[in-house]
């Protein structure tokens, strides 16, 4: 699939849990009732102070004298919430526009149904929440209900603002009891309480959020598969001592364009849509999963890095905690998740000990590199499995696997490696692999190891020469070379090369079909090609042509190979020396030219 095609996907995916209310909404979530940036509310809401039903005035209680708790008088100017004229009463919506508040130990603000505490609406503001552990600062709804108040906003403009030891009871009617659009906040020590949703939405216009940790959302309540929404940018601000209810999962998504990294918690990720990791000009982007992570994966997402500028993937699983990431839902094989794209600009992954399952489609790779990417990196201790088709397809990246040793491949439709001859160098012999198919040549020296799987060419496969330099294609013992009907070996058709295949009585190396009752086009020595043969089979060759075709000024020598459903094994119209040649039935071994 295109890129485009799966942004445009992931883009209707992702609008519904990440989108909020607009400034300009009729009835405004944390801002001001009516609406427009230009109105304005008394801070105190709608309702005067005094006795009323709902116990958002001052009750009857005799207010302290110059508290202002009731917020009955306008605040323009910088305030502090203190212990002393706590309980603070929220008749309708406490815009914090223009001006900050602080909030002192201990304090109690209680919000009437329908109230806000709304921060940089219009004008910069910021709230500075400074509870302790054994004085926790409380936001609390009068009616001890879900939801009852709609909580706490800060808008972009409250960039900055710090909340400590801080306690949110039955918030989040439409929207979450916490709502984020500032970059730079710290969040440290945050309960909620009886939501009715979304605990926490973090999604910042611009940057990320500074830290979130010491969140306990086990008595929040609301929907687990919505209690937390973050930026991919912000997730890297979780921290330590967080807690989940059961179930819960941190829902994520959107662009990474600095260096995040995603650590363990509680709950799983789950990752919607596209994330794409993008560094601004001349900044980095990284996007690093530590041990232990489980990522969940929407039926859009897809992982993208490097489209525009650089970027990079790093994923360090171990043994015992390795890095999953699955396809969530009853039927994930029926609807696996895009997989991961690595684009022009995408340095070297480094991937060990990961799990990609329920992943890609018959017509798209599990994992691709595309468009020159910097390097194909090392991918080590992996396993992919049930992945519809191939598993890694490599184009045109500039540089091969630094490693590619102990991956698995379980219940995979296709290739465990699909790309150019360049690629398949040099593999580790103890992957588990379905099969690695080469569909294009190269004039680069590579190495085929005996890998446990064999190698399918598909097509013509030519192996030159670059100028000068007299490349080698070096075949090790026990290696099985496979072909498609319409696939052939060519050495040295352009410029010097030669074909270096020795393998042992105990470790031959096979050159056969790839489809039983189909034959292949065999094998071609040009002028410029040198063979070097022995321990070999090739079987299943097409009766029009010899299994080993020696064109003219082609050289070398070919020892111990034997010929199966072959017409004839070796057409020698060059230099090639030969000997302990086998065929069956009535083929011919060598056959000269006339």
């Not at 110059?66 to 004229?85: E, R, Y």
């Not at 798209?364 to 396993?383: N, P, R, V, W, Y």
Request: glycine content about 12%; proline content about 4%; hydrophobic content about 40%.
């Amino acid at each position: 699939m295109a890129r485009i095609g799966w942004m445009i996907a992931a883009a209707a995916l992702f609008a519904l849990p990440f989108s909020g209310c607009s400034k300009k909404d009729t009835k405004d979530q944390a801002g001001t009732k009516t609406g427009g940036a230009g109105d304005t509310v008394k801070p105190g809401g709608a309702k005067e102070a005094g006795g009323d039903s709902t116990g958002t005035g001052s009750g009857g209680a005799k207010p302290v004298e110059g508290c202002n708790s009731d917020l009955s008088q306008p605040i323009t100017a910088d305030t502090t919430f203190t212990a002393k004229c706590s309980p603070y009463k929220v008749a309708g919506d406490l815009a914090v526009d223009g001006w900050n508040l602080t909030v002192e130990p201990g304090v109690e603000i209680q919000f009437a149904d329908g109230a806000n505490l709304g921060v940089a609406y219009t004008k910069a503001s910021k709230l500075f929440v400074k509870g302790t552990a054994e004085k926790p600062v409380k936001l609390v709804g009068v009616r001890k209900e879900a939801g009852s108040w709609h909580g706490v906003r800060l808008w972009p403009q409250a960039e900055g603002s710090t909340l400590e030891n801080l306690t949110i009871e039955y918030a989040g009617s439409d929207q979450a009891a916490l709502f984020i659009e500032a970059a730079d906040v710290s969040v440290k020590g945050l309960a909620v309480v009886k939501t009715r949703k979304t605990a926490l939405n973090v999604l910042p216009q611009e940057g990320a959020v500074k830290e979130l940790s010491g969140l306990d959302f086990s008595q929040a309540g609301g929907d687990p598969d919505e209690l937390v929404t973050l930026q991919t940018m912000s997730v890297g601000a979780l921290g330590a001592g967080n807690k989940f209810p059961e179930k819960a999962v941190i829902v994520a998504g959107g662009a990474v364009y600095k260096d995040v990294k995603v650590t363990v918690q509680p709950a799983p990720y789950r990752f919607l849509g596209e994330i794409t990791v993008d560094a601004p000009e001349g900044k980095s982007a990284s996007l690093s999963f530590e041990a232990g992570v489980v990522a969940q994966m929407s039926e859009t997402a897809v992982i993208a890095i490097g489209y525009n500028r650089t970027g990079h993937l790093k994923i360090a699983g171990t043994a015992e905690k390795p890095v999953t990431f699955t396809r969530y839902g009853e039927d994930p094989k029926a609807t696996p998740w895009k997989g991961i794209v690595f684009w022009g600009h995408a340095r070297a992954p480094q991937i060990d000990y990961a799990v990609f399952e329920y992943v890609g489609s018959k017509e798209e790779a599990a994992m691709k590199f595309e468009g020159d990417a910097l390097g194909l990196g090392s991918i080590t201790h992996t396993t992919f499995k049930h992945v519809p088709g191939d598993a890694i397809v490599v184009t045109s990246p500039k540089e091969r696997f630094t490693a590619f040793d102990n991956n698995t491949f379980e219940d995979v439709g296709g290739a465990s490696l699909s790309g150019s001859l360049y690629w398949a160098h040099n593999l580790g012999a103890a992957n588990k692999l379905t099969y690695v198919r080469i569909t294009e040549g190269t004039s680069e020296d590579v190495t085929l190891k005996a890998v446990g799987a064999p190698y399918q060419l598909e097509g013509e496969i030519a192996f030159n020469g670059a100028g000068a330099k007299i490349s080698a294609l070096t075949i090790e013992p026990g290696a099985a070379l496979r072909f498609s009907e319409s696939g052939s070996l060519g050495i040295g058709y352009n410029a010097a090369a030669r074909l270096v295949a020795k393998g042992t009585a105990d470790k031959p190396i096979t050159f056969a079909n790839a489809t039983e009752g189909q034959k292949w086009q065999g094998l071609a020595a040009w002028g410029n090609g040198t063979l070097e043969l022995e321990n070999c089979t090739f079987t299943s060759v097409n009766e029009e042509k010899p299994a080993i075709d020696v064109q003219p000024e082609g050289k070398g020598s070919v020892k111990s190979v034997t010929f199966k459903d072959v017409k004839v094994g070796v057409k020698n119209c060059g230099k090639v020396a030969t000997a302990g040649l086998k065929i069956d039935g009535a083929g011919k071994a060598v056959e000269k030219c006339e």
